[in-house]
């Protein structure tokens, strides 16, 4: 118990952070750190002295670590980590390098995680994998937080909608206008590994070595494209995909943070000094080699351990009988790079030999014939095509990329290729085109124009969801993000009102400081003077330009003054027979940075019937 505990003060965080120190002092020791047997005493202690950490704290505990626990440990709570996230990310940042086996190569990890934390090329790679990594097993909240992650970033949620309504998603339906109508279809994984390959890709474009950069990804991404038709129809397909592409981890962070160090590293490969191909290569120039530079970098991400094992490749020659678990995953992603290599450094002819052969090498512990591993191969390569195509990757004509784009030859490519997010089985519209994906800041609000267009798609693809088997959650996302994209807002908010209480407090939401926003809001709606209380009784749908003006901030409630800082908001409260049941509330931090016409209100107005009418069915 937390010193603030036993004086009476309310359950927070910090306290939690305070137990959690506490209880790793005595896992790694074996002994209490409070040995007062009396409960009484014990508690007295703790409120009036600090913890005092054991001088030996156990094998390998250095003063990293011993800073950590004492800052966990601080008698005063705002003296501890702001969050047990924040004390789990230093643990992780501890453990981090010790993976490495030498100074030197420490040092280069080193180098590279201080330029992933310090500059502002990167970061929000690591961030974003790392977030997504860390969302529940639940798969109502894994799915909310996916929807979230990838709507932070105009750029991203623009390249996933493209991508999911390209010929090679044709399975998804076509059409698809909203993240969450994507997930909705394909199942959390799907979307997940789709997210995460665009993540690597957002952030190495445009720089100076941006064509080696672009090599190095559609190498990556043929590679888990291979991996997943070896796989087959089979449960591991998706893992496959990501444990092959994340085998080239080290590769795209050498080629993005040492461009020029990279280039020494092809240029000994190409004299074949040293021999021992690029991993040693790069031992020589960096000081540790490619797979401890992604394993090191995939461990701060976050990233599962069976993902962290397929980094590394196994060694030797294929077993003799088919393996499973996680040593068939690393099988699969070894044979799939070195697929994507053969295809990346010759030219169709013999390349087309090479594969023959490293698919006689695989042959036995795949248990598939040289013909199906390479139509394995044929199908990736339509795969990368027509995902380059949806992404607008160009390369240059003659250069070893453009080989991966080159159309296959091998094999007559099958009519419908089958990606690694397996599925639903349904008909593509070729006809259709994807609703506009709006590329404004928050400092600049979308047309009229632009957000009564959003608006119509996701109109459109709700009545579309509303006539299959829904899930509620599912329209209640959907109805969100649309409104949340169509009117450039900072977050969007959905209350449900509580019997008991008689509030409408917040349940779920979407965009910038959306969970914060979620458990501040609670509208008493027996609360006469509280606008929002005020205008859930009414049912008015209610537009505030300019929070900040003297008539209205006298109407704004004392929870919202203390806890929000939106100049500009947006209330639409849902009824069912006259009587509020839910509201959504989506702001602005700039004030008119919500534009709200006659068109686009009736369409807001359609979308929120349209989610009572989900709530009416789903009772």
């Known amino acids: 118990m937390a010193p603030e505990a036993v004086a009476g003060a309310a359950p927070a965080p910090a306290s939690d952070i305070y137990a959690a120190a506490l209880v790793l002092v005595e896992l790694l020791t074996g002994r209490r750190l409070i040995t007062e047997r009396d409960p009484v005493q014990a508690l007295a202690h703790v409120a009036r002295h600090a913890p005092q950490l054991p001088d030996d704290l156990g094998a390998g505990v250095d003063d990293g670590l011993r800073s950590i626990l004492r800052r966990a440990l601080a008698r005063d709570p705002a003296e501890r980590y702001a969050s047990a996230q924040e004390m789990c990310d230093a643990l992780r940042a501890w453990a981090a390098p010790v993976s490495a086996p030498t100074a030197a190569s420490n040092a280069a990890l080193d180098f590279l995680l201080r330029r992933m934390r310090h500059k502002s090329d990167f970061p929000a790679l690591s961030d974003s994998v790392a977030r997504i990594q860390r969302m529940t097993h639940s798969e109502d909240d894994s799915i909310a937080d996916l929807t979230n992650e990838i709507l932070k970033s105009v750029a991203l949620t623009n390249k996933l909608l493209r991508l999911g309504n390209s010929a090679p998603f044709s399975h998804l339906g076509g059409g698809i206008g909203t993240v969450s109508r994507a997930v909705s279809l394909v199942g959390f994984n799907a979307v997940r590994n789709m997210a995460l390959s665009l993540v690597l890709l957002e952030h190495m474009q445009d720089r100076g070595h941006a064509k080696q950069m672009r090599e190095e990804f559609l190498r990556t991404m043929m590679a888990g494209a291979v991996a997943a038709q070896l796989c087959g129809p089979s449960d591991q397909r998706e893992e496959a995909f990501l444990g092959a592409m994340f085998q080239g981890l080290g590769r795209m962070l050498c080629s993005f943070y ?14 074949d000094r040293p021999s021992g191909g690029d991993e040693a290569a790069a031992l020589q120039v960096l000081g540790l080699s490619l797979e401890d530079l992604g394993v090191g970098v995939a461990r701060v991400w976050s990233l599962p351990d069976s993902l962290q094992r397929c980094i590394r490749p196994p060694q030797g020659r294929p077993p003799q009988r088919p393996p499973e678990g996680v040593e068939r995953l690393r099988w699969v992603g070894r044979a ?15 390349a087309g030999a090479r594969l023959q052969q490293l698919a006689a090498h695989y042959a036995v512990a795949f248990s598939m014939t040289q013909q199906e591993f390479v139509k394995a191969t044929v199908l990736a ?44 089985e349904l008909h593509y519209d070729a006809l259709q085109t994807l609703p506009l994906t ?19 798609a996701g109109i459109q693809e709700v009545s579309n969801a509303m006539v299959e088997d829904f899930r509620l959650n599912d ?34 939401g979407l965009g910038e400081g959306s969970a914060d926003a979620v458990r501040a809001l609670a509208v008493p709606l027996k609360d006469a003077d509280d606008l929002f209380a005020a205008v859930c009784q009414r049912g008015a749908d209610t537009l505030i330009t300019d929070a900040t003006e003297e008539r209205v901030r006298a109407r704004l409630p004392a929870w919202f003054l203390g806890s929000f800082d939106a100049t500009s908001f947006l209330l ?17 931090e700039r004030p008119g940075g919500l534009v709200v016409d006659d068109k686009v209100q009736g369409q807001l107005r359609t979308l929120r019937n349209q989610l009572v009418l989900a709530f009416r069915q789903a009772d």
């Open 258 to 271: 040492f461009p020029e160090e990279a280039a020494q590293i092809r240029a000994l490969v190409a004299s």
């Open 336 to 350: 799939a790079n070195e697929a994507a290599t053969i295809m990346l450094q010759h030219e169709p002819e013999p």
């Open 381 to 424: 390569r339509e795969q990368l095509i027509a995902m380059a195509d949806a992404l607008d990757l160009r390369v240059d004509k003659g250069s070893p990329a453009a080989r991966l784009l080159a159309p296959p030859t091998a094999l007559d490519a099958p009519p419908v290729w089958a990606d690694p997010a397996t599925g639903h």
């Open 438 to 456: 709006l590329a404004q800041s928050t400092d600049v609000a979308p047309s009229a124009s632009q957000a009564a267009e959003v608006l119509a």
């Open 475 to 508: 329209i209640v996302r959907m109805v969100l993000e649309t409104m949340l994209r169509a009117l450039g807002a900072r977050r969007i908010v959905f209350c449900l009102r509580e019997v008991k209480t008689e509030r409408m407090t917040g349940r779920f």
């Open 572 to 588: 639409l409260p849902l009824s069912i027979k006259q009587r509020p049941f839910a509201l959504i509330y989506a702001d602005h």
